[in-house]
């Protein structure tokens, strides 16, 4: 096994062929967390720079960013649950959590803070998360332990109230007279109501099933929630186009009594889908709820009156709704699709009773997402991207959009050097079309072969798109896809199925992942359209992808010897059986199992770098580990690159840019 020391040596030698470097092309101000004053023409986000985060806020008329912490480490400790006072001169947060990735010896908390954004020191409310801040700015509420806890501005926290199960999502009410809560009990969910005042506490309209999603009516006489059906076994990794039809309820915040307003007809959307929104249900004018739904095979808004009745599909077509959150006065929701350029995303408005038809605010080659809209309308921020251009904050007034942080591209970034991924369409070995993005290196020749790379994301519900992403992890990968090209590698991200974007039936794909693995023909797919191009040498294509790409890298090095190379895989499943604890005696086990890279192994020939944390809370350390050994005992070459006490998605900038320095040096010695 090779040192880290001899990968950094191969990648000084590769280094000199491309114009920027993997910490340049990373360097950038990314941003997350973008939120909208209540009450003043003003917003705060997290900048990531390095792994240095702070928080920015921008306000009315300039719009120009400024901190309001003065973090200056890549110390692994994230910010985010960002909550606004109600007058906008203060923002809560969370910092920290249960991962210690730079091993510090004093250990480290998850914490409530609230920052002013007169820049005045930060202050800590508490240990906890889920911060939730009542409408009167006299109380913070918060999750610890699974119990809901308080403090007032300037005291101490302490228990609010008791409650059985795990308690999360404080929600108060418009009033701050109540706070109404979700309990997770195992096989069901209930939704509470504590009165502060009398200091009882009211679960509203029990069932057997999971209730969430609570929103407040106007007045704080009522709640709507959501109302998931429960069979109380053990849920079955396996497409879920139908199910039991999941409902909409409404219920007394006094009384507790509740009534169906809506239930989602069987077949196609009868499986709930949710968007990205702080609520999936949203309480708009003229007493209407908005929420998603996919009775036409496509996440999309519809209304529906709180009296019931028809709900009306306010966003029609052949795309998917994504970002969604409801403007000021209630009476729009602004949303990001893929309408009409299904591998971007960008920023459209509907009316809420679909009176007329969605109207797009914005256009182009650029890429828009996570939508706020400011308290008084006179604007919409959100982050903005494009191929060249990382994700930063902007703001909309009427048609001048600008820049929320100047700097958040630096000097030396790389601008001039990053491709434009086209657009590729192809067949898997089965027939089903996929998308991709192709990355060509500079001053590509059609006719001169080189070295091909296919990238697999994970999630899997995930979409690359024709730019940089508005995840930190696929911005990440994005900038290692932009080095890799200019360092001569024909570059191919796939969308894969199971991923989002193109509808139900692709996103639940039949046999996907654990229950059979038909990924894998989208990956043979992706091998056979690089080796019929003339600017591909077939014998010298690698793959890289983490975590569920990590599955698929792993899946194309065990199962198709004759097209990939070598690969790098980052903290990939191998074996869904023992992921999934699924136990040998049940009769999906095998099927797992068969599913699995770990199935096919005798094949495996490629050499291949490992990479993970090993306080991975989402894949389990111990995949990496039973490969490595099989691998081994086969005498297949084996590279590895653990990071002690780190976690699946990386929290120290200094993590992703080693792992990319291996991974391209690795690639450089194989290809």
């Known amino acids: ?60 008329p300039g719009y120009q960013a400024r901190k309001i912490t003065a973090h200056t480490a890549d110390d692994g400790q994230e910010l985010q649950q ?67 806890w308080w403090a007032t501005m300037d005291g101490a926290p302490s228990l609010a109230f008791r409650s059985r199960g ?19 009990r195992g096989d069901h969910a209930l939704i509470g109501v504590y009165d502060v005042a009398v200091g009882s506490l009211r679960f509203l309209d029990a069932s057997t099933d999971f209730d969430g999603e609570p929103v407040w009516s106007p007045d704080g006489k009522s709640i709507a929630f959501l109302r998931v059906p429960s069979s109380g076994l053990r849920p079955v990794r396996q497409a879920e186009r139908v199910g039991l039809p999941w409902s909409i309820r409404i219920a007394s915040a006094e009384t507790g009594a509740g009534r169906e307003v809506w239930r989602a007809k069987e077949g196609p959307g009868s499986v709930f889908r949710n968007v990205s929104a702080a ?42 709704v994504e970002d969604v959150a409801l403007a000021a006065g209630r009476r729009e929701v602004v949303f990001t699709s893929n309408q009409g350029d299904i591998d971007r995303r960008h920023l459209w408005k509907v009316d809420v009773t679909g009176s007329a038809k969605p109207v797009a605010l914005t256009s182009g080659e650029g890429i828009e997402m996570k939508p706020v809209t400011m308290s008084d309308g006179t604007g919409i921020a959100f982050f903005r991207s494009d191929a060249q251009h990382p994700m930063h904050a902007v703001i909309q007034l009427g048609k001048d959009m600008r820049d929320l942080d100047s700097n958040a591209i630096p000097a030396d970034f790389p601008l001039k050097q990053m491709v434009t991924p086209q657009q590729v369409i192809f067949s898997a070995s089965d027939g089903q079309k996929v998308h991709g993005q192709l990355f060509l290196p500079p001053g590509h020749s059609a006719t001169t072969r080189g070295p091909a790379v296919v990238f697999f994301h994970g999630g899997p519900r995930r979409q690359m798109m024709l730019g940089w992403h508005s995840m930190y992890y696929y911005s990440n990968a994005y900038g290692l896809n932009q080095y890799l090209a200019n ?11 199971s991923g989002i974007g193109y509808g139900l039936n692709f996103r639940e794909a039949l046999q996907f992942g654990a229950s059979g693995g038909s990924e894998f023909n989208d990956v043979k797919g992706a091998g056979t359209y690089l080796r019929s191009r003339s600017d591909v040498d077939p014998a010298r294509i690698g793959v890289w992808g983490g975590s569920y790409g990590g599955y698929l890298v792993a899946m194309a090095l065990a199962r198709a010897p004759e097209i ?39 094949k495996w020939r490629a050499p291949v770098l490992l990479i993970q944390g ?57 290809l």
């Open 279 to 320: 609520h999936q249900l949203l309480w708009a004018d003229g007493d209407r709820l908005v929420f998603p739904w996919e009775a036409d095979g496509w996440t999309h808004l519809y209304s529906v009156a709180l009296t019931g009745g028809k709900a009306v599909l306010l966003t029609p077509g052949e795309f998917e």
């Open 564 to 602: 990939f190379k070598t690969g790098v895989d980052f903290h990939g499943v191998h074996n869904w059986a023992t992921e999934l604890g699924i136990p040998p005696t049940e009769p999906d086990y095998k099927v797992a199992f068969d599913a699995s890279p770990m199935a096919d192994l005798q």
């Open 166 to 184: 795990v308690s999360s999502h404080p929600v108060w009410s418009p009033d701050g007279a109540k706070l109404a809560f979700t309990s997770a």
């Open 614 to 670: 090993d306080d991975d809370p989402d894949v389990q350390f111990n995949q990496t580990v039973r490969l490595a050994g099989a691998l081994r005992k086969q005498k297949v070459e084996v590279e590895e690159l653990v990071f002690p006490d780190e976690v699946h998605d990386f929290l120290l900038f200094r993590s992703w840019r080693d792992a990319y320095q291996a991974t391209a040096a690795f690639l450089k010695k194989k």
């Open 82 to 148: 960002l909550a606004w006072t109600p007058d906008g001169t203060a923002v809560v947060y969370v910092r920290g959590g249960t991962a210690n990735p730079e091993s510090n010896p004093k250990g480290v908390a998850e914490e409530v803070w609230i920052a002013a954004v007169n820049q005045v020191s930060p202050r800590k409310i508490g240990d906890g998360h889920d911060p939730a801040v009542s409408p009167r700015g006299d109380r913070i509420a918060f999750v610890r332990g699974g119990q809901v």
């Open 1 to 60: 096994m090779r040192t880290l020391l001899a990968l950094s040596l191969a990648l000084s030698a590769s280094a000199q062929t491309v114009p920027f470097t993997i910490d340049q092309v990373l360097g950038f101000s990314f941003p997350t967390e973008l939120t909208a004053a209540p009450s003043a023409s003003r917003v705060a986000w997290v900048s990531n720079v390095r792994g240095v985060r702070n928080i920015m806020v921008a306000d009315a």
């Open 487 to 497: 360092a001569g590698y024909v570059v191919l991200s796939i969308n894969f199925r």
